[in-house]
């Protein structure tokens, strides 16, 4: 683990902020709800909110991130007697076989070992279960015309850029079949409108962050 990269969660979760809207983590619309009752880990969960989404939705969820203090929230948010803990990606807490669908929202650019923590994920998901995995463009070229600058706001605690053949190569070379790739739509609020619109129009190979919808390989 990376200590500046976990200095910097608590200290942004300690100050109980939040990256979106509670309303803007719905990205369960990109699951196939096989099982709508099924199990469902979210990796570095921050505070929840996208748990809570998902557990609306009657899904069993449990979550794992690096932060104390965004468990803590996750805690509030989800109750105790939900399976939330501190914990690398790299490293996951949880049995093998376990989950019908694992997720991974915008973190695994941060990872220092993302090769382990794909291979971690494989490793809890179940023969048939489902992974999406939101993660940055590096050929996010509209950002770049207007600031002259690479990576996400967060690009100074790691960060991994790749264009979408590159993440599919990473992808496919660790065990995972990628099924779909989508823009990613959640926007914080101001300008939503008008940043829901650039979305819409730009193509896909240079759109911000990729969505991926994946499978296990070997059962595609």
């Not at 939705?57 to 965004?70: A, K, R, T």
């Not at 220092?112 to 995995?133: N, P």
């Not at 991994?160 to 070379?173: D, I, V």
């Amino acid at each position: 683990m990376d200590a500046e990269i976990k200095q910097h969660y608590e200290e942004y979760f300690a100050k109980e902020k939040e990256f979106l809207p509670l309303s803007s983590y719905d990205q369960i619309k990109f699951l196939k709800l096989s099982n709508p009752r099924g199990k469902l880990l979210d990796i570095a969960c921050g505070n929840g909110y996208f748990l809570k989404n998902a557990s609306d939705s009657g899904l069993e969820v449990s979550g794992v991130d690096l932060s104390f203090e965004g468990i803590k929230i996750a805690h509030k948010i989800l109750g105790d007697n939900t399976c939330v803990c501190v914990g690398e990606g790299e490293n996951l807490p949880f049995k093998s076989d376990y989950f019908d669908y694992v997720t991974c929202l915008g973190s695994l650019e941060h990872f220092t070992e993302q090769e382990k923590a794909i291979r971690d994920m494989l490793r809890v998901g179940k023969k048939e279960a489902q992974f999406v995995i939101i993660v940055p463009n590096s050929k996010f070229n509209y950002k770049v015309i207007l600031t002259g600058k690479f990576g996400t706001w967060q690009k100074e605690f790691r960060e991994t850029l790749r264009s979408k053949k590159e993440w599919t190569q990473f992808f496919e070379k660790n065990g995972l079949q990628v099924e779909r790739v989508t823009k990613d739509d959640a926007v914080r609020p101001k300008w939503r409108k008008l940043k829901l619109l650039i979305l819409k129009l730009i193509p896909l190979q240079f759109t911000y962050n990729f969505v991926f919808i994946c499978s296990r390989k070997n059962c595609a």
